[in-house]
């Protein structure tokens, strides 16, 4: 097994400058530090990452946290973002713990205890809400936290998202130019998130450019009547820009029901959707969360070198497919 003496050995350095290297110290030049992490790779060396965290008081593990909601289990999304993150963490010789519940106490009862039992210092959360306790806990706590998508314009905290303005027009464009959509309308949820109002702005740049009226509904759970009541009273629309592939779908099937004979365009947001349940009238946004996932554990492990300015988010492009 290759020790950190064997290391300091073949580059000619002392046993605590290449510590101190492999463990990113800043009183260690840059690019010594490079020089031994690339020395240390070449000859296969492992960490003992048990003695480590002992020391440190840390656990090489990042916990992922879900949010308290009914879709997380069947929504594929999540899936391709903990691909993302499970891939950087192997990488990292990092494992991942989730905080998943039935309700916020359950998730903020859960993330105390890896904090507390498992000395979990390090967490990725795979939403962003304004005034979320789970958040507001882990603010107060000394642990560093990224959440997938931004958060509200009074709050501030490491962070990575898609340009959701940008892609909310990028939609509503492709319905308008590709399919010829003269009255597309927008359909949102009444949780009124982050994401959510860029995409909603994005729509109504859009439209505004093309001199179009908008049209906006925002939905309740389980309110089929308001959708029925909102697509009689809009025989106008021929196009359906959606939050999010379930709100497109589910709008969509609405709108069949009461218009058996008439086609409709529809454009939603993740990807999400098995092939299965739909067809040529329904599109979507691959918002790449593989790549959200792995852009979140960088964000929240890679510290910058001396010469590098600190990051706060990562976008993450986006496809119409």
């Excluded at 993330?111 to 795979?126: D, E, G, P, W, Y």
């Excluded at 560093?144 to 303005?165: C, S």
């Excluded at 995409?199 to 009226?213: D, F, P, T």
Aim: with cysteine; aromatic share 8%; proline share 4%.
């Amino acid at each position: 097994m290759v020790t950190i003496r064997d290391i300091a050995r073949r580059l000619g350095l002392s046993v605590s400058t290449v510590s101190r290297a492999l463990n990113d110290n800043k009183r260690i030049s840059l690019k010594t530090r490079r020089r031994v992490r690339r020395m240390a790779d070449k000859m296969g060396y492992q960490p003992n990452y048990n003695a480590k965290n002992l020391t440190n008081h840390e656990a090489n593990t990042v916990g992922v946290v879900f949010p308290v909601n009914n879709r997380v289990v069947d929504n594929i999304f999540y899936v391709g973002v903990l691909r993302g993150i499970n891939a950087q963490l192997n990488h990292r010789n990092y494992v991942l713990s989730i905080a998943i519940g039935d309700s916020t106490q359950q998730v903020i009862d859960n993330v105390k205890s890896m904090i507390s039992r498992a000395q979990i210092k390090h967490f990725i959360l795979l939403y962003s809400h304004q005034d979320d306790p789970v958040i507001e806990m882990l603010r107060k706590e000394d642990v560093d936290f990224v959440t997938i998508g931004k958060p509200a314009a009074d709050q501030q905290w490491l962070y990575v998202d898609n340009d959701n303005v940008q892609a909310g027009l990028d939609g509503t464009n492709f319905l308008m130019n590709q399919y010829h959509c003269q009255n597309p309308v927008f359909v949102q949820t009444y949780h009124d998130w982050p994401y959510e109002i860029d995409r909603r702005k994005g729509y109504l740049e859009a439209i505004k450019k093309a001199g179009k009226k908008p049209v906006i509904l925002s939905t309740q759970d389980k309110d089929d009547a308001a959708e029925d009541q909102f697509i009689k009273d809009n025989p106008q629309m021929d196009g359906i820009v959606a939050i999010d592939d379930y709100s497109g779908l589910q709008m969509y099937h609405r709108y069949k029901m009461i218009n058996p004979t008439k086609d409709i365009e529809v454009l939603g947001y993740n990807n999400s959707l098995p092939s299965e349940l739909t067809d040529q009238h329904f599109h979507s946004v691959d918002i790449h969360p593989d790549e959200m996932g792995q852009s979140a554990v960088k964000l929240l492990l890679d510290k910058p070198a001396d010469d590098e300015k600190m990051v706060d988010h990562m976008i993450v492009g986006h496809a119409i497919v």
